[in-house]
Each structure stands twice: as C-alpha cells, then as structure tokens.
C-alpha cells in the first residue's frame, strides 16, 4: 500500500525546485516536479519525496489532524 502524507509548506528553495514541506513539527525537503504552483502556506500531498497534491486549506487541516490523531505523524 502507498501513502501520501499531509504537511504545509514552510519554505521554497530559490531555484524553485523543491519546497520544505512540515509534518507536525517535522520538516523535510519535496520535489516541486509534479506541483510547481505549490507556493508557502500550500496544504499538500507528498509521497516518496513529490509533492502529489495541492489540498484546499480546510481539507488539508482536516486531514493534518487525522493524521496526528492515527499517529501517522
């Protein structure tokens, strides 16, 4: 099974190619390949180091808190 993993963007590389996604206090680098419209503040989808999905923002906080309450984060 595939899991794509719920964080918001903190901050965007300057060559705009990848984005620092937080996790719930935990921060790591996605590729902008797939999303390059993704901009700071963007809820998104990440899986296996892509960002797959810009969320609405309500959605996107929805999903952030189940994901924390199934201790996926």
Do not use: T
Not at 54 to 66: D, F
């Amino acid at each position: 099974m595939c899991l794509a993993i719920p964080g918001v963007i903190i901050e965007i590389s300057e060559d705009q190619k990848e984005a620092r996604v937080d996790y719930n206090g935990i921060s790591r680098w996605a590729s902008l390949r797939l999303c390059p419209q993704a901009q700071v503040g963007d809820y998104v989808l990440v899986h296996a180091g892509f960002l797959i999905q810009i969320l609405n923002p309500e959605e996107g906080k929805e999903l952030a808190e189940l994901a924390k309450e199934v201790d996926l984060l």
